[in-house]
């Protein structure tokens, strides 16, 4: 009974699902100003626009921030600096820009609109796509689990 609940719960979570409007990812490029997309960059990290970003990736971009202001000193635009210094800036963006990406996907709600068994009334449910990644996870680990203590202690399962 209890594995039968445990798959239709994760069969549940891989039904129908609506995604919301999602907002777009905050990315650096080579023509604006410098010193606005890091102002949007960290805006976008207080906000909590990426919610799912681990507190590693977080520190990741701020300290790649950090150095890009460094780097930046007094210019504005990329074009105003040296060409090994341009080089160690676009590479600091393009990993903000990897780490925002992936953050973005995780970060995006899914919301999925359930009956309720003797009920016509839908129900959602939004979670984020990392947490429907973990709870899918949790859930495979638990039956997992189940099967290994039943397989080490036989006289329980029957």
Do not use: W
């Not at 995006?108 to 009334?121: A, E, K, L």
């Amino acid at each position: 009974m209890y594995r039968i609940t445990m798959i239709a719960l994760l069969l549940g979570l891989a039904g129908s699902a609506a995604a919301k409007p999602e907002k777009s990812v905050v990315q650096m490029d080579r023509q604006s100003p410098v010193a606005e997309q890091v102002r949007q960059v960290e805006k976008a990290l207080d906000d909590g626009d990426y919610s799912e970003i681990s507190a590693d990736d977080r520190s990741e971009v701020r300290q790649a921030l950090a150095r890009i202001t460094t780097r930046m000193g007094d210019h504005q635009s990329l074009q105003d600096l040296p060409p090994q210094v341009q080089g160690e800036v676009f590479n600091d963006q393009e990993r903000i820009n990897t780490l925002l990406t992936r953050a973005h996907d995780d970060s995006r709600q899914v919301c999925q609109y359930t009956r309720t068994t003797g009920s016509n009334m839908p129900k959602s449910r939004c979670l984020t796509v990392a947490e429907r990644r973990r709870i899918a996870e949790k859930g495979k680990a638990l039956l997992n689990d189940q099967r290994t203590f039943n397989n080490l202690n036989p006289e329980t399962s029957r």
